[in-house]
């Protein structure tokens, strides 16, 4: 589903009004309108903000809702597929920093929640594989001509 549709879900679920939502994430109601149009897709501040006040995560606004805890990771799984130690991980979230994952904090609060991305996690784990075995070199050229000499 889009965000725009799952959008629509939550807010539908929530009971929560075009207008509310729009006051509540301190935007205007066209703002709000042009995200459940499909025309404008929120920036991933935007996501996390309303994602807050419909009790949800901007994971669920992106990609729809989950069922139970198939596909996710925890902090300490990735560390172990990735060989990456939890600290660096985190820190790398909350930086974006890391292609697999994101941390947010839910309005009001001082902690992080962390979102692990489970084929964006095999994926970085094979690009490093692929450059430990050797089977990703550096490409060097030299560029054409000589750039010895006096220029005319």
Known sequence: MSIAANLRRA?????ISTATLA????AD???????????VRPA??????LA???GITPEELKYGKQEGRIGQLTTD???RITGIDPLSLRIGC???LWPFGTAYKRPGSSRYTYIY???????FTADLKAVAGGRVHEITESLPGSFSGAVN
Do not use: F, W
């Open 29 to 39: 109601a066209s703002s709000i309108r042009k995200y459940l149009s499909g025309k």
């Open 23 to 26: 006051a509540q994430i301190d």
């Open 44 to 49: 991933d501040a935007v996501l996390a903000r």
């Open 117 to 123: 991305y489970p084929a964006e996690v095999m994926k």
């Open 94 to 96: 909350q930086r974006g």
């Open 52 to 54: 807050g006040v419909l």
């Open 77 to 79: 799984e990735v560390a």
């Open 11 to 15: 807010m539908d679920e929530k009971g």
